[in-house]
């Protein structure tokens, strides 16, 4: 089940980022965890899923490198390779901080050139990173719609991450470095959405 991480925080090497990533991780190790995968070997960096039919965990698309791209008349060789590894994927860890209470402009304008349909017969996960708890909604009054809208199936529930359980220095090069308040807000969530992956995964096999 290959699993892509997309992420529209317009800031490079950004916390949300690194939380999409991890998230993702979690995700993965449980659906390897689930009846009849227990002995699916774990992916290495870099790799394309393998016969054990799980993804590597660095397919990210990461829009800040995009952005000056996203709007020209023609996007470019970046823009493409991005929107195809998005249309290749299972699943779709789909991750934005929170402006203004909702997700970013920059995940809205790379969403607007899927065509209609176009995650149709995938999964997509959201999450929000936020620092004010009083806009957790935002992730399903805003952006789980328009995965829905896009004909993604969104199980429940979307993922809330609020910037004060994790340090500020917290990036994509913190590796394996223990967070322990995120890392059991992921794992409590992914204990929730894998089980409904897996079972959808069955059924349309």
């Known amino acids: 089940m290959s699993i892509v991480t997309l992420v529209g925080n317009p800031r490079e090497g950004s916390r949300t980022l690194a939380i999409a990533v991890r998230a993702a991780e979690a995700v993965a190790k449980r659906l390897r ?32 490198a995009l952005a000056p791209h996203l709007l020209a008349r023609e996007p470019g060789p970046g823009v493409e390779s991005a929107l195809k590894l998005v249309l290749d994927a299972e699943v779709l860890v789909v991750a934005s901080p929170t402006y203004k209470g909702t997700y970013t402009g920059l995940l809205k304008v790379f969403l607007d050139r899927l ?13 929000l990173v936020m620092g004010d708890p009083k806009h957790s909604l935002a992730v399903e009054v805003h952006l789980r719609p328009v995965l829905v809208e896009l004909g993604a199936f969104v199980p429940t529930p979307g993922l809330v991450v609020l910037e004060s359980v994790v340090p500020r220095d917290f990036g994509p090069d913190s590796g394996a470095v223990a967070v322990p308040e995120l890392d059991d807000l992921l794992d ?15 059924v349309s096999a």
């Open 33 to 64: 965890q689930a009846p009849g995968n227990e002995g699916a070997a774990s992916p290495s960096a870099g790799t394309r899923p393998g016969p054990d039919g799980f993804a590597a965990l660095n397919d990210v698309v990461d829009l800040a």
């Open 115 to 127: 065509p209609h349909q176009a995650l149709a017969g995938k999964a997509a996960l959201p999450l």
């Open 188 to 202: 409590g969530w992914a204990g929730q959405v894998a089980p409904r992956l897996s079972f959808r995964q069955e």
